[in-house]
């Protein structure tokens, strides 16, 4: 399939509408990018062209990859009036995202003391498979968390009103509608508020490399080389798991009862305005505040903790929220399409709002430099305000946990000044570096096409994960 | 027979076959191989035993709800499970004893997010059925 890509420009290549498509993919990449793209990631945008209501064009971004039905780092729009809304082009992870908290703090200071901070972060925010949450929420207390997000984390003693303003949405959905999640969802739910999870999600203590916007890096508190970040990555843990669960099933009958023909099952969808479009988006946003919720609360326990380690309190720390944002997600948004405004339900899979003037963060893997961009214009004119979320995997679980040992991953992170820790070794391995893509292809095609510019670039120094 | 045997088709994911001469050896393969993903199933101790049910409309959806729902389990009770005692099952319900313990940081493993239709199906063999599942993780 890549024999059919055209090059427009340095860095987007179009798959032309042919066939059954209405509409064209573009893809976003420099040549590297697009010699490692594999062609069933290019046959699924193909898929995803071919359905009901779809804006031009659907975008993979940098990192795309395969994935179920959509490819992972993937933007596909769809007509507010004619289009669908899908589970499965958001992903199981409803608001997997990350948060950014700075501090005043630099690497000087917190490296001698960065065992002792590693231990009491491990201590303090529950991680792992396993694992058991500190909060256990009422049902009134959930329903709360779900329509409210953050503005509950806040009158709960989690987080400052001013943390909500650093927020994707301003850390609630409005609009979400708690009758629409399953039991099944809501008993999940209450025990794991406050949890990072497992897997690729993380808390990482980090130190600022290079700046390269330094207007834009001192809005957001960011001023100087070696001082210390902080990033949590994590989603909306088995609630999100099971409202996107419940949904895909709900929508598989949808597609039978509506006639929407599809390239690929996985593609279950409902029309935008039936019952079954309209709950799921009101259930997602339920799962999308209790991940911005899970995130803030998780937030606050790390200031508290930093307050024990460091003595002094998070506030002259300066540990406020650079930003927080989501990675799944479908949102109504408005574009011009065609000259003309025009309202779409914009499914983010594995991507990154980039909305000119608004950090956009994007992670690497375990041992490997993030960054802090920012949206931009263009964005909004090619890629439905989007940028690429992080490198993806090449290298299975499985292939990595038989090629790597725990140990030897955390013997080699501590070599260049890491220090890991995890609920065991097998985590490690499978995270190991090298089970992962190069970020720095993926990071070099956002910024130099001008998608999502660099902002800031920063390397861990603490990893926790479980 | 050999129980279950993992994949490598998935690099973000999980995937594997299942089989059994039967629906009993069936259900019961396919939850211990995604329990291995889950947690180190060795090391779980059977001492709580929990009655579980589930039902479909067909043998697909009564197989996809059962680990779905096993999925689901590990969360609500806080438990792993090591051992699935199939009671009865057929196309449209199976009924089991899940053997488990309290879950423990030490004894996780992966969080299974979900299954996934990717290539998903239960199907009779000659040697009796086979299952292939994705979760991703």
């Known amino acids: ?466 | 027979m050999e129980k279950y045997k993992f994949l490598d088709e998935i690099k973000s994911d999980v995937m594997f076959e299942a089989y059994g001469s039967n629906l009993k050896e069936l259900f019961a393969n396919a939850a211990e191989a995604m329990f291995t993903i889950i947690c180190k199933i060795d090391k779980v101790k059977g001492t709580e035993v929990k009655e579980f049910e589930v039902k479909g409309e067909n043998l697909r959806e009564t197989f996809w709800n059962w680990l779905s729902e096993l999925i689901a389990e590990v969360d609500i009770e806080e438990r792993f499970f090591s051992k699935f005692e199939i009671i009865e099952v057929d196309e449209t319900h199976v009924k089991a004893k899940l053997y488990g313990s309290s879950t423990k940081p030490e004894l996780g493993e992966t969080v299974v997010k979900s299954l996934t239709n990717h290539r998903f199906e239960v199907k009779k063999t000659d040697e009796g059925y086979k299952a292939v599942v994705s979760l991703d993780i």
């Open chain 1, 1 to 466: 399939m890549k024999e059919k890509l055209k090059q427009i420009s340095d860095y987007e290549w179009v798959l032309p509408k042919e066939g059954k498509m209405n509409v064209d993919g573009l893809i976003i990449g420099n040549k590297a990018i697009i010699a490692g793209l594999q062609d069933d990631t290019i046959g699924q945008i193909a898929n995803v062209a071919q359905m009901p209501g779809v804006i031009s064009p659907v975008c993979a971004l940098s990192d795309a990859h395969f994935g179920y039905g959509l490819p992972m780092g993937s933007v596909a729009a769809f007509d507010a009036e004619e289009g669908i809304i899908s589970a499965g082009l958001c992903g199981f992870d409803i608001n997997c995202g990350i948060n950014s908290i700075r501090t005043n703090l630099t690497v000087e200071e917190v490296v001698p003391r960065m065992n002792e901070l590693i231990e009491a972060l491990f201590a303090a925010v529950p991680c792992g498979v396993g694992s058991k949450g500190k909060l256990r929420l009422t049902d009134e207390e959930l329903d709360e968390v779900m329509v409210k997000g953050c503005k509950w984390a806040v009158d709960n003693g989690y987080g400052v009103a001013e943390d909500l303003e650093s927020m994707e949405e301003n850390g609630c959905m409005e609009g979400a509608d708690s009758s629409k999640v399953s039991d099944l969802a809501k008993k999940r739910g209450k025990p794991q508020l406050g949890t990072l999870g497992a897997g690729n999600h993380f808390l990482e203590i980090q130190k600022v490399t290079d700046i390269y916007d330094e207007e834009f890096a001192t809005k957001l508190g960011v001023t100087k080389k070696d001082q210390v970040l902080i990033m949590l990555h994590c989603g909306s843990r088995g609630f999100g798991h099971q409202v996107a669960s419940d949904y895909l099933k709900i929508q598989e009958k949808a597609v039978e009862k509506y006639g929407i023909k599809l390239a690929d099952r996985q593609l279950a969808c409902a029309p935008v305005n039936s019952e079954e479009g309209q709950d799921y988006f009101k259930a997602m946003k339920c799962a999308v505040n209790y991940s911005f919720t899970n995130r803030l609360v998780m937030t606050q326990w790390i200031r508290e903790t930093f307050e024990k380690v460091f003595g002094k309190t998070w506030q002259e720390m300066d540990m406020h929220t650079v930003y927080g944002l989501c990675h799944n997600v479908v949102k109504l948004e408005e574009y011009v399409i065609e000259g003309k405004k025009k309202k779409v339900y914009v499914h983010r899979k594995g991507a990154t709002r980039a909305f000119p003037g608004i950090p956009a963060l994007i992670a690497g893997s375990m041992g490997t430099a993030s960054f802090i961009c920012k949206g931009s214009e263009l964005a909004m004119e090619k890629t439905f305000g989007s940028s690429c979320h992080g490198a993806g995997r090449s290298m299975s679980r499985n292939a990595a946990i038989a090629k790597f040992r725990g140990d030897a991953i955390k013997t080699e992170l501590a070599a260049k000044g890491i220090v890991a820790k995890s609920t065991s070794p097998k985590v490690l391995a499978e995270e190991a570096p090298l089970a992962y893509k190069d970020v720095s292809d993926v990071i070099e095609s956002v910024d130099s096409s001008g998608i999502s510019p660099k902002v800031v670039r920063v390397e861990p120094i603490g990893v926790l994960k479980g």
